[in-house]
């Protein structure tokens, strides 16, 4: 059993940030992947970012350059960084881990799911 709850949602204007938080059961970092996935009501979720097991992040176009994805690991938490907030990255957003090192784009490759986190973006 592994556990993540996600926090840090709310409603901002376009142009505005929010930090997503998600805390594990487990440790982050090492052995695994660590992602952060989007989803719009009738949609499959969709990739936002990701770091793996060495550190390094990886980021999908739509956000790179305004989402930083980081951990503390002392903490036991991974953080999304979300800045100049479009409304087009409104959605529920929810934190997974895959149990491996290197890191997918695929929803279905992440074996543990927190609750998700809404982000309301108004413009």
């Known amino acids: 059993q592994v556990d993540l709850v996600e926090s840090g949602g709310g409603s901002v204007q376009a142009g505005g940030s929010l930090r997503l938080s998600c805390v594990l059961s487990?440790?982050?970092?090492?052995?695994?992947?660590m992602g952060w996935f989007r989803q719009i009501p009738g949609k499959e979720h969709d990739w936002v970012a990701a770091?793996?097991?060495?550190?390094?992040?990886h980021y999908a176009d739509s956000v790179k350059g305004r989402f930083t994805i980081s951990t503390d690991n002392a903490k036991n938490t991974l953080y999304l960084q979300m800045n100049s907030l479009k409304a087009e990255n409104a959605a529920m957003y929810y934190c997974?881990?895959?149990?491996?090192?290197?890191?997918?784009?695929?929803?279905?490759?992440?074996?543990?799911w927190g609750q998700g986190t809404q982000v309301t973006v108004s413009s």
């Open positions: 997974a881990i895959r149990v491996a090192s290197d890191c997918s784009m695929r929803a279905a490759m992440y074996a543990y």
């Open positions: 770091i793996d097991g060495d550190g390094l992040t």
């Open positions: 487990v440790g982050s970092g090492d052995g695994r992947c």
